[in-house]
């Protein structure tokens, strides 16, 4: 029985609380941390949220994001918004946050091997047994295992909207439907979801893989750039612009290219945020023609599709840098 008290109170450790936001004080133990194979992934995804600052502003990302998306939907209940101010409130709120999300992974991925060049880090790794693949998988799997907390928020909130949908206004029908017209130019009016059911399901196969494309641009940038400066700008100078490009080539091909147009907006998460809240006007040539069921099933499709483009982007980044990095790397040796 002794035995059993001691380990329910072990003497020096660390209470649940301080453990919740990584604070621990001298001479508190703390439970070892399970590395898993490759022990970069591990390093990047524990050492982004090691600092008080740091968790305090993942944790006012999450409950303001969450509390905001809430709130939308409690407004749009009580009637205090239009079903049209909801979708726009909606609309941006994901916007929003998408674009923060996206800022962060270029921030941390175009320095994550830049500045351990700078301060002698990449040095030392380069003594160990580990292969520049598993190094360069490591940052990858790490940085986007660090983000998938902050990619759950926009999710999470267009996962809300969904269910009162789908839940019919839990007894306000007429706040989670809107009136649609058939084609475009006029027709027999049907009721459409403010958001459709299924986007916060399909939501992940968007705005995973194109973070990862994100962070794999800016590891790519890391590695060839003397400093952190040049790897963050030339990043953001990549990213914003295929981003800016893809996403208004998808935005207009989901509205003016019909069946094929829905798939489009897969590859940028603005347009695929548009066609799941306003699928009346984003996709208002595939409903004119093929109907609603046909622009979802084209939708959900092109998502899934835009995930394996986006992964056979990275892998091809990724045989290119493993295939490069020898070189490129005693090219910078000793820069800091």
């Not at 649940?16 to 970069?40: C, D, F, M, Q």
């Not at 918004?81 to 979708?87: A, G, H, K, P, V």
């Not at 360069?136 to 928020?153: D, S």
């Amino acid at each position: 029985m002794g035995g059993l008290s001691m380990l329910g109170s072990e003497s020096g450790s660390v209470p649940w609380y301080r453990r919740l936001i990584g604070a621990s004080k001298a001479g508190e133990h703390r439970a070892p941390k399970t590395v898993g194979k490759n022990p970069i992934a591990w390093r990047e995804a524990a050492s982004r949220n090691s600092t008080p600052s740091k968790i305090a502003a993942r944790w006012a990302f999450y409950l303001s994001g969450m509390g905001w998306g809430f709130l939308l939907v409690y407004l749009l209940h009580t009637g205090s918004f239009s079903t049209t101010t909801f979708q726009q409130s909606l609309a941006a709120t994901l916007w929003a946050e998408l674009v923060v999300i996206a800022l962060v992974a270029v921030n941390t991925a175009a320095t994550a091997i830049s500045k351990e060049r700078e301060d002698g880090t990449l040095d030392l790794l380069l003594t160990t047994p580990l292969t520049a693949s598993a190094y360069i998988w490591g940052k990858l799997r790490g940085l986007v295992a660090y983000l998938l907390p902050l990619i759950a928020v926009p999710i999470l909130t267009l996962a809300m909207a969904a269910v009162y949908a789908v839940a019919g206004g839990f007894g306000n029908s007429a706040a989670a439907e809107i009136p649609m017209m058939a084609g475009t130019q006029g027709g027999p009016v049907t009721m459409v979801p403010i958001v459709l059911p299924e986007s916060a399901i399909v939501a992940p196969l968007v705005f995973v893989p194109f973070m990862a494309f994100c962070v794999m641009i800016g590891l790519q940038w890391s590695i060839k750039s003397k400093g952190t400066l040049a790897s963050v700008v030339g990043t953001v100078g990549v990213v914003g612009a295929v981003g800016a490009v893809v996403g208004l080539c998808s935005w207009n091909a989901t509205q003016s290219i019909a069946l094929v147009g829905p798939m489009l907006a897969g590859l940028s998460p603005a347009a695929f945020v548009q066609a799941t809240i306003f699928p009346e006007a984003a996709m208002s040539s595939t409903l004119s023609t093929n109907g609603m069921l046909v622009a979802r099933f084209s939708l959900m499709l092109g998502a899934l599709i835009a995930a394996g483009v986006y992964a056979g982007i990275c892998y091809g980044i990724h045989s290119n840098m493993v295939r490069t990095f020898d070189m490129t790397v005693r090219k910078l040796a000793g820069t800091r």
